[in-house]
T-cell receptor
Framework: AQSVTQPDIHITVSEGASLELRCNYS??????LFWYVQSPGQGLQLLLK??????LVQGIKGFEAEFKRSQSSFNLRKPSVHWSDAAEYFC????????????FGTGTRLQVFP | EAGVTQFPSHSVIEKGQTVTLRCDPI?????LYWYRRVMGKEIKFLLH????????ESGMPNNRFLAERTGGTYSTLKVQPAELEDSGVYFC????????????FGPGTRLTVT
């Protein structure tokens, strides 16, 4: 069965530090890949997506993600974290081109210290 | 433009009672999805409407859950009778048919069954 793994449940970083959130998927072909963020009291917001082409994708709020086929990974990065980035981050995939239902990882909660 | 809205934001009911959750998608979005996140677990797909028709209801847990989308506009998700394991956050999302992979999420309804 298709699955998405986010191995880090909780990450704490200092403001201004770099960030990398890990995501691995289990699927035979290359799925469509997404990162969402949920701030307190808000809905999930799409940060970025990968369908094909350049494996380094840029998103909103200064985030980027790199697709690595050999590692079945789609890690999210940001060079300098801001206090407002504190939120929960979800990696998700769409595994069939006949459906657009998302399969999510369990999420990573990011805490940012001043 | 208003985003996806959900009502109520939080509901506390006793086991055996009935609860109805409502989702208003973004105007003009034909596709409407329901997802659920049980405490500590991943967000899981429940079902997908295209206009008023159920396109995919493979994620509905059992027949205690009934989803409707009247006239292809807002949707309701009824749980009757509620069980303890139904507690969680219920998210609604919508997309425009031309961009099926850009799902816009509502803030969710937190359901607590005691």
């Amino acid at each position: 069965a298709q699955s998405v793994t986010q191995p880090d449940i909780h990450i704490t970083v200092s403001e201004g530090a770099s960030l990398e959130l890990r995501c691995n998927y289990s699927y035979g072909a290359t799925p469509y890949l997404f990162w969402y963020v949920q701030s307190p009291g808000q809905g999930l917001q799409l940060l970025l997506k990968y369908f094909s082409g350049d494996t380094l994708v840029q998103g909103i709020k200064g985030f980027e993600a790199e697709f690595k086929r050999s590692q079945s990974s789609f890690n999210l990065r940001k060079p300098s974290v801001h206090w407002s980035d504190a939120a929960e981050y979800f990696c998700a995939v769409v595994t069939s081109y006949n459906t657009d239902k998302l399969i999510f990882g369990t999420g990573t909660r990011l805490q940012v210290f001043p | 433009e208003a985003g996806v809205t959900q009502f109520p934001s939080h509901s506390v009911i006793e086991k055996g009672q009935t609860v109805t959750l409502r989702c208003d998608p973004i105007s003009g979005h034909d596709n409407l999805y329901w997802y659920r996140r049980v405490m500590g677990k991943e967000i899981k797909f429940l079902l997908h409407f295209v206009k008023e028709s159920k396109q995919d209801e493979s994620g509905m847990p059992n027949n205690r859950f009934l989803a409707e989308r009247t006239g292809g506009t807002y949707s309701t998700l009824k749980v009757q009778p509620a069980e303890l394991e139904d507690s969680g956050v219920y998210f609604c999302a919508s997309t425009f048919s031309g961009t099926p992979y850009e799902q816009y999420f509502g803030p969710g309804t937190r359901l607590t069954v005691t």
